[in-house]
Nanobody, 115 residues
Framework: QVQLGESGGGLVQAGGSLRLSCATS????????MGWYRQAPGKQRDLVAR???????VYADSVKGRFTISRDNAKNTVYLQMNSLKPEDTAVYYC?????????WGKGTLVTVSS
């Protein structure tokens, strides 16, 4: 059974940093494509970043140069380092795993960036 659990969200001032973590069970993150999505109030859920099994990364244009996705294979955990945060980064952030043609999702963690 695939389970994902996000943590690390919170309230931060604009310009600040946060690191989100996605603890997993039931999968091996090193052989899966893992990703982070976010959903702001009243908006659709959009891709923030993803990392493939080979280590290649993709970022949304809005976060390039500020966010970094990474994984710790020993801990089976995926991270999202977020720097230079802006109020428009405020959203619920979700971890996702692409397994067998399906997306598995965590429950999300709220990030609020104050101006």
């Amino acid at each position: 059974q695939v389970q994902l659990g996000e943590s690390g969200g919170g309230l931060v001032q604009a310009g600040g940093s946060l690191r989100l973590s996605c603890a997993t069970s039931g999968i091996i993150v090193s052989i899966r494509t893992m990703g982070w999505y976010r959903q702001a109030p009243g908006k659709q859920r959009d891709l923030v970043a993803r990392i493939s099994s080979g280590g290649s990364t993709v970022y949304a244009d809005s976060v390039k140069g500020r966010f970094t996705i990474s994984r710790d294979n020993a801990k089976n955990t995926v991270y999202l380092q977020m720097n230079s945060l802006k109020p428009e980064d405020t959203a619920v952030y979700y971890c996702t795993a692409f397994v067998g043609g399906m997306n598995y999702w965590g429950k999300g963690t709220l990030v609020t960036v104050s101006s």
